[in-house]
Nanobody, 113 residues
Framework: QVQLLESGGGLVQAGGSLRLSCTVS???????MAWYRQAPGKQRELVAAITNGSRTNYADSVKGRFTISRDNRRNRVYLQMNNLDSEDTAVYYC????????WGPGTQVTVSS
């Protein structure tokens, strides 16, 4: 069974930055990948996606602040998050963009105002 492991979350002040990492237990080079987040009391939402050709797309709420990237040799996906605000507080998950794998534990991001 494929495993996803997210890391890099933490507590940061508004305006700060974090870099999230996701390690996948199998090769990702053919997959479109994405980062999602789920805030308390809200549904999980798509934050950013990257195709297998490294084209990217972002939710309007994070455009210009977040950057998704990938390293196919290491089977990793990254999310660089800059200028964070309290609305970004959530558990962040990575997964395929189209056909979901079993979800990992996620990584908590908390932004203090």
């Amino acid at each position: 069974q494929v495993q996803l492991l997210e890391s890099g979350g933490g507590l940061v002040q508004a305006g700060g930055s974090l870099r999230l990492s996701c390690t996948v237990s199998e090769s990702i080079f053919r997959y479109h990948m994405a980062w999602y987040r789920q805030a308390p009391g809200k549904q999980r939402e798509l934050v950013a996606a990257i195709t297998n050709g490294s084209r990217t797309n972002y939710a309007d709420s994070v455009k210009g602040r977040f950057t998704i990237s990938r390293d196919n040799r290491r089977n990793r996906v990254y999310l660089q998050m800059n200028n964070l605000d309290s609305e970004d507080t959530a558990v962040y998950y990575c997964n395929r963009y189209d056909t979901f794998m079993t979800w990992g534990p996620g990584t908590q991001v908390t932004v203090s105002s």
